[in-house]
């Protein structure tokens, strides 16, 4: 059987900048066929952006026994200018204490982890009574139209449920185990715009400017408090990524302005209540306006139960740390996930340098990460 850290080498050598997976899945599923799993592959996404994904389960002895899968990506994100890299990001290599390539912390570690530990367990375990599972895509850094939201809609309509799902997102601070993610924020983006009326600058009575006109609405919507959080979420947040009106002469009344926003929002707020209070403010400000909103994903929150609970002991067990259960950082797959499955949690190696040049992952810690996942498994399906 070979080690998490010679399985990682094999992915990382994998060049599956996405949408592309590089072989990684077909390796995983080999790993998996041989130790009882059924496989599918799910291909999806138009001829020039097809995206792999891989389903597969192992089913135990109770057949109303609980399901835990281990979900994650193959694709990376692209290498940047490889001369600024010490080494190929696609050929593995050891130094420093640690093991450096594309991939390594964000998430080809975790997905070696799932697999040995997957292994390890069932060689322990012939008869366990509860099922495992893989929901992995390679598209994941990329769109995230064709991957982990196609498989969960699939096994939807086939009536197959999640108990319980790791995801193996690097979460760890400043050493393994310190921190697990048990939910994330979810994302709403907007595009404002806001129309006036064009004119020469000299003559402000013959024009409206829509950036004069949006400023007192505007100083309103970046100092409204939206919600308090709670236990587990920071209070909702609004933000401004760009502005733009003017013809570029500095001489022109604008006659519109575009604006661009997103709300990272807690469980206390919903999409909708989120939207109906920024246009009221904008109406109530007189503002003649249009907005297209993007829905990113659904915030989700897992609470201290089952799942989280046997991950923190497997934790303690292989490292000493107490982790800590967050919620901060960007969207992940989980958004989707969550809507099949009761319990889920991210858990994986040290984020520091995931999508930067020279990206690595500390040798010592690849054997305990894969240990906590096998710990986890003997405890909630054993």
């Given at each position: ?209 829509p950036i004069h006109e949006l400023a007192p609405a505007l100083s309103k919507l970046v100092t ?159």
């Amino acid at each position: 059987m070979q080690s998490a850290l010679e399985l990682t080498k094999e992915l990382i050598a994998c060049r599956s900048v996405t949408p592309a997976d590089g072989g990684c899945q077909e390796l995983i599923a080999k790993r998996l066929a041989a130790i009882g799993f059924e496989t599918e592959t799910i291909v999806s996404g138009p001829a020039d952006f097809q995206v792999t994904n891989l389903w597969a389960i192992k089913r135990g002895a109770d057949p109303k026994g609980k399901v835990l899968a281990f979900a994650g990506h193959t694709d990376v994100v692209p290498t940047g200018p490889l001369e600024k890299w010490t080494t190929d990001p696609f050929m593995p290599s050891e130094r420093d204490d640690h093991l450096y390539g594309r991939g390594a912390a964000d998430m080809k570690t975790s997905l070696a982890g799932f697999v040995v530990a997957s292994e390890e367990f069932v060689k322990q375990y012939p008869n366990h009574q509860g099922s495992i599972a893989f929901l992995i895509t390679s598209d994941e850094e990329g769109p995230a139209n064709d991957g982990t939201v196609i498989v969960c809609d699939l096994l939807k309509k086939r009536g197959q449920k999640l108990d319980y799902c790791v995801i193996g997102e690097p979460t760890s601070v400043n050493q393994l185990g310190d921190m697990i993610k048990n939910g994330r924020r979810g994302s709403l983006s907007g595009k404002l715009k806001v129309k006036g009326i064009q004119a020469h600058i000299a003559y402000p009575h013959l024009g409206r400017n829509p950036i004069h006109e949006l400023a007192p609405a505007l100083s309103k919507l970046v100092t409204k408090e939206w919600d308090r959080g709670n236990l587990y979420f920071q209070p909702t947040s609004f933000q401004i990524s760009n502005v733009h009106a003017g013809t570029g002469a500095n001489n022109v009344i604008p006659g519109e302005l575009t604006l661009d926003f997103n709300f990272r929002f807690s469980t206390e707020s919903k999409p909708e209540q989120l939207k109906g209070g920024l246009e009221s403010i904008l109406r109530d400000a007189g503002l003649e306006f249009e907005i297209t909103w993007t829905l990113g994903g659904e915030p989700f929150l897992t609470g201290d139960g089952a799942l989280a609970g046997a991950m923190r002991e497997a934790i303690m067990a292989e490292t000493n740390v107490s982790a800590e259960l967050s919620t901060t950082g960007g969207t992940s797959d989980g958004r989707f996930i969550a809507k099949i499955c009761s319990e889920l949690v991210e858990f994986g190696p040290i984020n520091a340098t995931s999508h930067k040049i020279d990206e690595r992952v500390a040798l010592n810690s690849i054997e305990p990460l894969k240990n906590i996942y096998r710990r986890t498994l003997e405890k909630l399906i054993a």
